[in-house]
């Protein structure tokens, strides 16, 4: 019994030393909490004065899943005061987590929301992740843009087709469009409108008979591009594709003609000189065969001295005989002298 009395004042003296342990470490969960409670006090109440339904415990959530709170409360008071309680500030953080625009898309489901434009919350967050400007695409969708064919970035300034008749147009187009938000994701861009418009463009011209019945009815060429439904897979609906100008150009056919011309003057030339250097080479095979000839005359003539020595020995020919042969011969040259032969032409003295 007497240890127990010893003991007693220990233990009283424990007893008090544990409240204050306790004391100040209630102290200090509760600066925290009012530190906490303080740095989103502004925002609760600026959320709980809009009907926001944002609590304390969902911005403390957003503060440990690293969300800029102030992004997400923004958000949702600017669709609650628009009209639309559907969309959830759950929804807001799984959008803003997945690194989309939640300004941009809050602004353009209101924006959609008073044009009375179908819009889904779902659509227009896979819109922006999509990369595409949704707020642009909702405004367009309200107020038509006007796309240049072709584009003021563009090189040639007019797009340049040519009529039956062989004379150049040089056409410029104004189209306008809207967007298609339920074909924006997947949908070709400007770039495929323009390429169809002048793809259109070039055609009705190249059909016309004449370049006078372009400048006459400009109209034919917008009506026959609009009837070729440009816009199908794309992310816009063509309203309309006014011809702002149409300028003739060069004479390409006559043009065209004049180098058909040229090319087959040329080609003419190439067979006429191919057919005189044939007739060239048969010239100078004509020759040498005239020279293979008079050179066998001219064997032919040698071996005549050789014949009549033969006569001469073998006694078939006397020298009166041989006198008379080249009286016969300097009486023919004398006549083919007379008469003008060519030089070359006689026959050919044997003695």
């Known amino acids: 019994m007497e240890w127990i009395n010893a003991l007693m004042p220990l233990a009283q003296g424990a007893e008090f030393n544990l409240?204050?342990?306790?004391?100040?470490?209630?102290?200090?969960?509760?600066?925290?909490?009012?530190?906490?409670v303080a740095q989103f006090f502004g925002l609760w109440l600026q959320a709980f004065a809009s009907r926001a339904d944002v609590s304390l415990v969902d911005l403390i959530g957003m503060r440990l899943r690293k969300v800029d709170a102030r992004t997400i409360v923004l958000g949702k008071?600017?669709?609650?005061?628009?009209?639309?309680?559907?969309?959830?500030?759950?929804d807001l953080e799984s959008h803003y987590l997945a690194r989309g625009?939640?300004?941009?898309?809050?602004?353009?489901?209101?924006?959609?929301?008073?044009?009375?434009?179908?819009?889904?919350?779902?659509?227009?967050?896979?819109?922006?992740?999509?990369?595409?400007?949704?707020?642009?695409?909702?405004?367009?969708?309200?107020?038509?843009?006007?796309?240049d064919a072709p584009s003021t970035a563009?090189?040639?300034?007019?797009?340049?087709?040519?009529?039956?008749?062989?004379?150049?147009?040089?056409?410029?187009?104004?189209?306008t469009v809207r967007t298609n938000i339920q074909q924006l994701i997947g949908?070709?861009?400007?770039?495929?409108?323009?390429?169809?418009?002048?793809?259109?463009?070039?055609?009705?011209?190249?059909?016309?008979n004449t370049y006078k019945e372009v400048l006459e009815n400009?109209?034919?060429?917008?009506?026959?591009?609009?009837?070729?439904?440009?816009?199908?897979?794309?992310?816009?609906?063509?309203?309309?594709?006014?011809?702002?100008?149409?300028?003739?150009?060069?004479?390409?056919?006559?043009?065209?003609?004049?180098?058909?011309?040229e090319a087959d003057k040329r080609r003419f030339q190439a067979e006429a000189e191919k057919r005189r250097a044939l007739a060239v080479a048969q010239e100078q095979e004509y020759k040498a065969e005239v020279q293979k000839n008079r050179a066998l005359v001219v064997l032919a003539e040698a071996e005549v001295p050789k014949a009549i020595a033969d006569a001469f020995?073998?006694?078939?020919?006397?020298?009166?005989?041989?006198?008379?042969?080249?009286?016969?011969?300097?009486?023919?040259?004398?006549?083919?002298?007379?008469?003008?032969?060519?030089?070359?032409?006689?026959?050919?003295s044997t003695g």
Request: contains cysteine; charged residues 20%.
């Open 77 to 90: 008071i600017q669709l609650v005061k628009a009209g639309i309680h559907n969309i959830t500030t759950n």
């Open 101 to 147: 625009r939640v300004p941009n898309v809050v602004n353009a489901m209101i924006a959609a929301n008073r044009a009375n434009i179908d819009l889904s919350w779902q659509k227009a967050c896979a819109i922006d992740l999509a990369g595409r400007d949704i707020l642009d695409a909702v405004h367009t969708s309200v107020n038509p843009k006007v796309i």
């Open 187 to 208: 949908g070709a861009t400007e770039e495929t409108i323009i390429a169809r418009v002048g793809e259109g463009i070039v055609t009705a011209i190249g059909s016309a």
């Open 154 to 175: 563009s090189a040639k300034g007019s797009i340049d087709a040519v009529a039956k008749d062989g004379i150049q147009l040089k056409a410029r187009a104004r189209v």
């Open 19 to 36: 409240g204050w342990v306790i004391a100040i470490i209630l102290v200090v969960i509760g600066l925290v909490v009012l530190l906490i």
């Open 218 to 261: 400009p109209d034919t060429i917008s009506k026959r591009v609009l009837e070729k439904g440009l816009d199908a897979g794309t992310a816009f609906e063509i309203l309309s594709i006014d011809i702002a100008d149409v300028d003739v150009g060069e004479n390409i056919g006559a043009k065209l003609q004049a180098d058909q011309a």
């Open 313 to 348: 020995r073998s006694g078939n020919l006397g020298i009166m005989d041989y006198y008379r042969m080249k009286n016969i011969l300097a009486d023919t040259s004398m006549r083919q002298s007379i008469a003008g032969p060519t030089a070359g032409e006689g026959p050919s």
